[in-house]
């Protein structure tokens, strides 16, 4: 027999003594619900990656705006500077207290242009947070080559030298 996409099912039916033909008559089909329905309806599973015990997942981007939002709060100008440089690096497990000024951004910490372009992003954030008329732009960056010289040029942007 085909299968039947309706609710309905046909089922043969006995003939009946002195019947002509078989009749057939359709009966309901009754309908399942629950998680054994549906898992005979999708036999393929979710495959679901487990972590390896000990490791943490790693840092999502979102984190960085949080992390501006909360440092704007502060006054601590090169304690923010270095936070906003250790959130951009790929190194992971700095801390502001492990950088120096003296530290250079590509060869210390590892940067590529892609993570100074995105650095130059959040310290713009950074300074227009705390004064909306200043900006700094990636020409001002270019010279920017240590941790020092990124400090620097905030605290020039906000007037604090």
């Known amino acids: 027999m085909a299968k039947s996409t309706s609710r309905w099912k046909s089922v043969p039916v006995k003939k009946k003594a002195g019947a002509k033909k078989a009749v057939t008559k359709k009966a309901p089909v009754k309908k399942s619900r629950g998680k054994k329905a549906a898992a005979k309806k999708s036999p393929a599973k979710k495959v679901v990656k ?10 999502k981007k979102a984190a960085t705006k949080k992390a501006i939002a909360r440092i704007a709060a502060v006054t601590d100008t090169s304690r923010d500077v270095k936070v906003i440089i250790i959130t951009n690096s790929p190194l992971s497990g700095l801390k502001p207290e492990d ?19 995105l650095l130059t992003i959040d310290l713009d954030k950074y300074v227009n947070d705390r004064d909306s008329s200043k900006h700094i732009t990636s020409a001002d960056m270019k010279n920017a080559k240590t941790v020092g010289d990124d400090i620097k040029l905030v605290k020039t942007k906000l007037n604090e030298t």
């Open 99 to 117: 950088l120096t000024d003296d530290m250079k951004l590509v060869e210390n910490l590892s940067y590529s242009p892609n993570n100074i372009v």
């Open 50 to 59: 487990k972590k390896a015990p000990g490791k943490k997942a790693p840092a």
